[in-house]
Nanobody
């Protein structure tokens, strides 16, 4: 079974920075897309950033210029550098991946368990 595990969440003050990481475990043939989503308290989950293999990154308007997504293709990991954090960034952040596993010709979508990011005023 493939698993995605996030790390790096925590409590920071407004204006501060935080870096999130997502590691993959299990047998993976290839990864098409990796990204980050978040769910603020009492609100639906929303896309934050994603990056397709061999392509440029995409960001939600609310985080452009402040967040940076990056991938390490050799390690099958994805990171999210968050700068100039705001109270509105408080949410559970989830790692997401669309990938293939050995012996299967179609794509699978996996989610991490989530990591809490809390920004205090």
């Amino acid at each position: 079974q493939v698993q995605l595990v996030e790390s790096g969440g925590g409590l920071v003050q407004a204006g501060g920075s935080l870096s999130l990481s997502c590691s993959t475990f299990g047998s993976i043939s290839s990864i098409n897309v990796m990204g980050w989503y978040r769910q603020p308290p009492g609100k639906p989950r929303e896309m934050v950033a994603y990056i397709r293999t061999g392509a440029s990154a995409n960001y939600a308007d609310s985080v452009k210029g402040r967040f940076t997504i990056s991938r390490d293709n050799a390690k099958n990991t994805v990171h999210l550098q968050m700068n100039s954090l705001q109270v509105e960034d408080t949410a559970v952040y989830y790692c997401n991946a669309e990938l293939r596993v050995p012996g299967r010709p179609w794509n699978y979508v996996y989610w991490g368990q989530g990591t809490q990011v809390t920004v205090s005023s």
